[in-house]
């Protein structure tokens, strides 16, 4: 039996883009067993956030892919989805390569899972863009280590 049920929420964000680098389904899947709404909500917030720094950096570096790399990394790296999801990610992904965003938000916006497959896939394809496998392993270690320690410091009641 995993120890995913004794993991909080942002450890399992981390986990199922650790998974989906890895092209793991079975971790993918652990990641997120018995997530109830709320922390599917957090798990959400915390890949939107490691999502939009990836997005940040690349665009700091200037490095750039060409649609049709960004798809094929982007397809490879579904086929770990569960296969309820692996076609929206995927044209998630092809959506949000050529600009349009109405049409990547109608395929995540009704199924708050499918958003966390999506957003997981995204942040995995441009992490390892952006770091290569080993690099971006360290980044999510680093970045899971973070999340940690902000929300075991933040003040009760907030």
């Known amino acids: 039996m995993s120890d995913a049920a004794h993991k909080t929420s942002h450890e399992r964000a981390v986990d199922i883009?650790?998974?989906?680098?890895?092209r793991d389904a079975l971790v993918v899947e652990e990641a997120l067993a018995g997530l109830d709404a709320g922390s599917w909500i957090e798990?959400?917030?915390?890949l939107s956030g490691l999502l939009r720094s990836t997005i940040s950096l690349m665009e700091l570096t200037d490095k750039r892919w060409k649609v049709g790399d960004l798809v094929r990394h982007a397809d490879?790296?579904?086929?770990?989805?569960?296969?309820h999801y692996e076609f929206a990610v995927a044209e998630a992904t092809r959506a949000w390569a050529r600009g349009d965003q109405p049409a990547m938000r109608a395929l995540s916006d009704p199924d708050l899972p499918g958003a966390?497959?999506?957003?997981?896939v995204g942040v995995a394809v441009l992490g390892l863009g952006l770091?290569?496998?080993t690099g971006f392993l360290d980044v999510l270690e680093e970045f899971g280590e973070t999340v940690t320690a902000l929300v075991n410091d933040r003040p009760s009641g907030v």
Request: no cysteine; aromatic share 12%.
């Open 43 to 46: 798990v959400y917030t915390v």
């Open 76 to 83: 490879e790296i579904a086929a770990a989805a569960p296969p």
């Open 116 to 120: 966390v497959h999506m957003t997981a």
């Open 131 to 133: 770091w290569g496998r």
């Open 17 to 22: 883009v650790r998974g989906y680098t890895d």
